[in-house]
């Protein structure tokens, strides 16, 4: 607006007609109603989109799994890489650093649709602050392939409260509910990896018919297996 412009050598990009890169300077332009002058790249790479400013806080796998049409590209891109520390038996740390590439989580994703369902699954049932969407999908994700019917009713017992017509909720999903909700309202909260190793106890006793209220977890130790 103020004709401030500068033709910085950085391109509008396309692949085909797709534009991926240059929205924010284009949108900007359609806000001000002003041309810009510019360069103008076009024909690259099908895939070339993951790899630009993938060193920049701005392009993350969640912007390459959107670029590929996948709803919840963040819940997605979470649970692929909190899925894949948990199959590779790595800690969890707090960030998700992963030896995955951005298009490694997107050809992860595309090729197993049981993580868009598990992204799904979150829907109206994550507790703000409590039960985030990246935990639940991915407890969702790796306990659906030993028992898909199962995990929808033990989850949604965690999530909600409450059990189905036929049944009421599991007891050891109730406990990890509970557990979850003083987590949220201490002072000194538990690690992602903590509350992850609660979930795999409580799925474990539910699926043996223990009847157990104590969950235990080791620090600096492998993250239990899914029964």
């Known amino acids: 607006v103020e004709g401030k412009w500068i033709v910085t050598g950085d391109a509008i990009r396309f692949n085909g007609s797709t534009l991926v890169d240059g929205q924010h300077r284009l949108k900007a332009c359609v806000k001000a109603k002003l041309p810009i002058h510019t360069l103008v790249v076009r024909g690259l790479a099908a895939d070339v989109y993951s790899h630009i400013d993938t060193n920049a806080i701005q392009r993350q796998a969640s912007d390459v799994l959107g670029m590929h049409g996948i709803a919840q590209p963040k819940t997605v891109a979470s649970i692929v890489r909190m899925s894949q520390w948990y199959k590779e038996g790595r ?64 989850w949604d017992s965690v999530s909600m409260g409450v059990g ?16 979850l909700f003083e987590n949220s309202a201490a002072y000194k909260k538990m690690s992602l990896e903590h509350k992850f190793t609660y979930g795999v106890r409580a799925w474990n006793a539910f699926r043996d018919g223990r009847d157990s209220t104590k969950f235990q977890y080791t620090p600096n130790t492998v993250v239990p297996r899914f029964v």
């Open 91 to 154: 800690r969890f740390t707090s960030n998700y650093d992963s030896r995955l590439s951005n298009d490694d989580v997107a050809r992860i994703a595309l090729e197993d649709g049981r993580y868009l369902d598990a992204a799904r699954f979150t829907n109206h049932r994550t507790i703000a602050k409590v039960l985030p969407e990246s935990l639940l999908g991915t407890w969702f994700y790796l306990t659906s392939t030993l028992d898909e019917e199962l995990a929808r009713f033990f």
């Open 164 to 179: 189905r017509t036929d049944s009421s909720p599991p007891r050891q999903a109730l406990v990890l509910r509970e557990k």
